[in-house]
């Protein structure tokens, strides 16, 4: 049961725009603590896709956005293009628990 | 550009110590703007977040996870190393080491997997 909440699959076909949720709680999110993304292609390590909620790094395409409201936190996919299939991951910080917390990840599908 | 090497033996006997070690290179352990972490992934499933320390010393730990676990850092040979006793079955996972400046894992090791089993 992870602490942060995401679905556990979308899809969409090529060039659609998809979201992928991540809820939490007033301990992580709701408390502030930013938000970040992962995106893990199979058999890799995870690799930051997002972070501080909406900053991409400078190797990521324009078409990966973030976003937040509340306890919860967003990723949005523009374009959706084949090579965007893999699994996506939200993590934070939850002063609860005094560590980093993850959602249980999003396999993203693409049509 | 920090990169990260795990090592340790891939496979562990129920009830043992489990110990990985990660090379640091690129940079200094010592380095004041990141902390170092190991964070694991069981076969099929997500990521959960085990231990991170500061390079002044200073710990955090996952909470379900703290009264097995120790991580701490080897300065002289630049290695960041986890220790986690009484290891079972449910232990079996791909460990990853990773640095994060404060608050998101900016680099990640190419992950160890490590099977309990007897």
């Known amino acids: 049961q992870s602490v942060l909440t995401q679905p556990p699959s979308v899809s969409g076909a090529p060039g659609q725009r998809v979201t992928i949720s991540c809820t939490g709680s007033s301990s992580n999110i709701g408390a502030g603590y930013d938000v970040h993304w992962y995106r893990q292609l199979p058999g890799t390590a995870p690799k930051v896709l997002i972070y501080a909620n909406n900053i991409r790094p400078s190797a990521v395409t324009d078409r990966f956005s973030g976003s937040t409201s509340g306890t919860s936190a967003s990723l949005a996919i523009t374009d959706l293009q084949a090579e965007d299939e893999a699994d996506y991951y939200c993590?934070?910080?939850?002063?609860?628990?005094?560590?980093?917390?993850f959602g249980g990840g999003t396999k993203l599908t693409v049509l | 550009q920090l990169q990260l090497q795990e090592s340790g033996p891939g496979l562990v006997k129920p009830s043992e110590t489990l110990s990985l070690t990660c090379a640091v290179s690129?940079?200094?352990?010592?380095?004041?703007?990141?902390?170092w972490g190991w964070i694991r992934q069981p076969p099929g499933q997500g990521l959960e977040w085990i231990a991170s320390?500061?390079?002044?010393?200073?710990?955090q730990y996952n909470p379900s996870l703290k009264s097995r676990v120790t991580i701490f850092v080897d300065t002289s040979k630049n290695q960041v190393s986890l220790k986690m006793t009484s290891v079972t079955a449910a232990d079996t996972a791909v460990y990853f080491c990773?640095?994060?400046?404060?608050?998101?894992?900016?680099?990640w090791g190419q992950g160890a997997l490590v099977t309990i089993s007897s």
């Open positions: 690129g940079g200094s352990i010592n380095r004041s703007t990141y902390y």
């Open positions: 993590q934070s910080y939850d002063k609860t628990l005094s560590g980093w917390v």
């Open positions: 320390m500061y390079y002044s010393g200073s710990t």
């Open positions: 990773t640095s994060h400046l404060g608050a998101y894992f900016a680099y």
